[in-house]
């Protein structure tokens, strides 16, 4: 298949990339180098000539600054723009794409759930994140006449990349703590089942609508930060860092860590068959950390 990745420098698309070429398939990568301007609206169509998919990855890092009410209409910006931009161009020119896979996020439930267990049918939560997300998915609604995925990822791990790095790092200089009150729902899959589920939404033709891009197994904070304690034998010694103190410093950006939730995977298990090669945190810790 021949696909087209936006977003295919970042910390998923350059893993993606490298399984589909591995795969057999011909990716390209579309950047502002190669066909597209997002902020004037510009795509050059011939960057579509015999695309057959398309997946969506672009959009300003959720946690890369402060968000200021600048950095919070830059974040919807870059990803809404971009994808009626290119639901544009698929509805004015000729083109050969019949799959359009986009990443989405687990934020369309708020910032912070708290106990339920989130299904593609719960309603979206009322914050920024639920209102960034919400935005999001309603411009992938605008692209017609396509197979159209939506998958709403979760906390992405991996060695290198993700948060799992952030979440480490301080356990492993034996300065571990829990933050906030550690019970937030953490709903987190490993960077090689995200990479595979793309591909599977891809080139699995049952594959519709919007699944949870998350593990089956999603646990509290206080129960990752202890996992991760155990692997790299180091104790957690700080008491909870309370979520004011947090405020004091991250903002209102602090609900991505004081914040959490339960999110189901059973919908893409069921649905589409898809398998976990980790299941459960504390199989994928043993290979984050090459135990």
């Known amino acids: 298949m021949h696909i087209l990745i936006t977003g295919g420098t970042g910390f998923i698309g350059q893993a993606l990339q490298k399984y589909l070429v591995n795969a057999g398939h011909d990716v390209r990568i579309l950047s502002r180098k190669s066909g597209w301007d997002v902020v004037n609206q510009i795509m050059d169509p011939h960057v579509l000539d015999g695309i057959e998919a398309i997946v969506h990855l672009a959009g300003?890092?959720?946690?890369?600054?402060?968000?200021?009410?600048?950095?919070?209409?830059?974040?919807?910006?870059?990803?809404?723009?971009?994808?009626?931009?290119?639901?544009?161009?698929?509805?004015?020119?000729?083109?050969?794409?019949?799959t359009f896979v986009s990443a989405s996020a687990i934020g369309f439930y708020g910032a912070d759930s708290g106990q339920q267990t989130c299904t593609e049918s719960t309603e979206s939560g009322s914050d920024f994140l639920a209102e960034?997300?919400?935005?999001?998915?309603?411009?992938?609604?605008?692209?017609?006449?396509?197979?159209?995925?939506?998958?709403?990822?979760?906390?992405?791990?991996?060695?290198?990349?993700?948060?799992?790095?952030?979440?480490?790092?301080?356990?492993?200089?034996?300065?571990?703590?829990?933050?906030?009150?550690?019970?937030?729902?953490?709903?987190?899959?490993?960077?090689?089942?995200?990479?595979?589920?793309?591909?599977?939404?891809?080139?699995?033709?049952?594959?519709?609508?919007?699944?949870?891009?998350?593990?089956?197994?999603?646990?509290?904070h206080a129960a990752m930060t202890h996992e991760i304690a155990r692997a790299y034998h180091r104790p957690v010694w700080w008491p909870h860092v309370p979520a004011f103190a947090l405020r004091l410093i991250l903002g209102e950006m602090a609900c991505l860590v004081t914040g959490g939730n339960f999110v189901s995977s059973a919908k893409i298990q069921n649905e589409l068959g898809f398998t976990f090669t980790y299941k459960r945190f504390s199989e994928a810790i043993k290979q984050l950390v090459h135990v």
Not at 146 to 172: E, N, S
Not at 188 to 201: G, K, N, P, S
Request: glycine share 8%; hydrophobic share 45%; net charge positive.
């Open 60 to 98: 300003a890092g959720i946690a890369d600054q402060r968000w200021t009410n600048a950095r919070k209409k830059e974040l919807i910006a870059s990803r809404v723009d971009s994808t009626r931009l290119l639901a544009r161009v698929l509805r004015t020119e000729k083109h050969q794409v019949h």
């Open 132 to 220: 960034c997300t919400q935005a999001w998915e309603d411009a992938v609604d605008e692209i017609k006449g396509l197979r159209v995925v939506k998958l709403r990822i979760g906390l992405v791990m991996d060695q290198d990349g993700g948060i799992f790095p952030v979440l480490a790092r301080p356990i492993r200089f034996f300065v571990g703590f829990v933050l906030g009150s550690g019970i937030q729902g953490q709903s987190w899959i490993h960077r090689e089942d995200l990479v595979r589920m793309f591909a599977q939404a891809l080139t699995d033709e049952r594959a519709h609508g919007v699944y949870n891009a998350v593990a089956p197994e999603p646990l509290t």
